[in-house]
Each structure stands twice: as structure tokens, then as C-alpha cells.
């Protein structure tokens, strides 16, 4: 059973990447950003960067999710700090692999300003990168260069996740 986190900053195609992955090993795909309560989405599309305080019921509910997931999910999240993925790893009680979606600025404040629908403003990225904790290092962690084609993010990602026997 795989359960899997698409992490990364805005921009860095968790949605994109994560659907075609969960789609790829047959599992349902679940956008975290539906789990954000409505306030959050509110602050992030005024400009305001989240606190720690505002994230948790957010990570909580992301967690129930992976818990309550007996036959694997891939879900996305953004994930920025060490202390979420050891909350989500704590929740999902069983192996949490993570696909960290990393990038320069430049071709991630490209892919928010070609995406269209979505409640975060380009000015967001800067803080989000500030946050961002790099998870290299941690385990089951693979990291993806977002200036890679889509396809070739979710073969070497799925490559991966069967090497892992997960």
C-alpha cells in the first residue's frame, strides 16, 4: 500500500504531477487544498502568508485522510516545514513517502502565472519559498526538478515508489 505526499511550493505542480501519479499506480488522488478551511484560502488570496496556527487543523485533516487511506492515496500538500511531514508521518501511521516538486523561482512564478483559477497569487511564492524546509535527507523522500516535462516526473517517480516496494 502506497500512501504518498506530492509536495512543494505553489507553482511547483503538486495537482499536475500528483493526479498523474495517482493515476499512473491506480490509486484516488486527493488535492489538499480542498482541505483548507475557508479562511486560510481567504488570507492566501489576500496575500497573507498562513501562520504555523493556521496550518495545523489544515495538516490535521490532510493526516485523517492518509490514515483513514487502507489501500493508499497520494495526496497533495505543500508540506514546507520538517515538523508538517513528521505530523503527517505520525498521522498516517505506516510508511509516508514523499515526492518533493523543486525548482528555481523563475519557472515556478512561470507555472503560477500560466495557471488560471487558482486562489494564490504570484507574490505568495517568495514567503512560501522562505518557509520551505528542505527535505532532502529525510526518509523516503524523492525530489523532482519541476522544469522536467510532467510524464517524466511521474515515470521517475513511479520508478521509484516500486523500487521502494511500497
Known sequence: MIRLV?????GSGKTSAGSAIAAAIGLPFLEGDTLHPQSNVEKMAS?????DEDRW???DRIG?????AEQGIVVSCSALKKIYREHLRQA???PLAFIFLDGSPEV??????????HFMPVSMLDS????????SGEPLVLRQDVSAPVDAIVEASVAWLTELGL
Open 128 to 135: 512560501q519559498l522562505a518557509t520551505l524546509e528542505d527535505p
Open 57 to 59: 487543523p489544515w495538516l
Open 108 to 117: 515556478l512564478r512561470d507555472h503560477m502565472r500560466k495557471r488560471t483559477g
Open 47 to 51: 496575500g497573507i502568508p498562513l501562520t
Open 92 to 94: 498516517a501511521d505506516g
Open 6 to 10: 506530492v509536495m512543494g511550493v505553489s
Open 64 to 68: 485523517a485522510k492518509l490514515s483513514q
